[in-house]
């Protein structure tokens, strides 16, 4: 059973626009949620991550929204770049004692064009 | 700091052959990873070690086997290799399960005939 579910799974935008990836998730346990970027070639690194109790992260041009409620997240990307063109990766984490396991969305690929 | 290291970067292997992928952190992690990533599946967990000489299994274990015997190596081998696991394989660490981030390898493309 996918406990995180990632969509959609490519986005192209225009330079200067705005990218969306949405996340859901079933566990309600889940108290960590960040975002990993992947380049071509490259390991996955993370972006930006925020936990429950804030509606929403800023770290310059990243924002994730977050919605407890409806058990949702997303990644905005503000005035896309073409160097943003990568696959991204929502997750989930419980990060109480004993657990270790990241549970990753199926990722996005962004192709940001000129 | 090289951070997380992976050798080889790529193989190939026929059906039945043996191989080891080496993780290697200079991070002082207690925490490691090995995922496997296949075209729409995203990152899934194999196994992972949350301490020197401790494994455990992930979701997807089958057909592989782990060992920790230095804090700051992983090894990932394959007995009996079979089309089913090609694929990339990315180790990670991390510091603690409470530090959340994982820091993840440069990747290994394993390729079985």
């Known amino acids: 059973q996918q406990q995180v579910k990632q969509s959609p799974q490519s986005l192209i935008v225009q330079k200067g626009g705005i990218s969306i990836i949405n996340c859901a998730y079933e566990n309600t346990a889940f108290d960590y949620f960040p975002w990993y970027q992947q380049f071509p070639g490259k390991g996955p690194a993370l972006l930006i991550a925020i936990r429950p109790d804030v509606s929403e992260k800023k770290e310059g041009r990243f924002t994730i929204s977050f919605n407890k409620s409806a058990k949702q997240f997303s990644l905005h990307i503000m005035d896309s770049q073409p160097g943003d063109s990568a696959t991204y990766f929502c997750?989930?984490?419980?990060?109480?004692?004993?657990?270790?396991?990241?549970?990753f969305g199926k990722g996005t690929k962004l192709s940001v064009i000129p | 700091n090289a951070g997380v290291t992976q050798t080889p970067k790529f193989r190939v292997l026929k059906t039945g052959q043996s191989m080891t992928l080496l993780c290697a952190q200079d991070?002082?992690?207690?925490?490691m990873y090995w995922y496997r990533q296949d075209p729409g599946m995203g990152l899934r967990l194999i196994h992972y070690s949350v301490g020197e000489g401790t494994t455990a299994k992930g979701e997807v274990p089958d057909g592989y086997n782990v060992s920790r015997l230095k804090k700051q190596n992983f090894l990932l081998g394959l007995e009996s290799a079979a089309p089913s696991q090609t694929s990339v394989y990315f180790c990670a660490s991390s510091y603690s399960s409470a530090s959340n981030e994982q820091f993840f390898g440069p990747g290994t493309r394993l390729t079985v005939l």
């Open positions: 997750a989930a984490k419980y990060s109480g004692a004993g657990s270790y396991q990241l549970t």
């Open positions: 991070m002082n992690h207690e925490y």
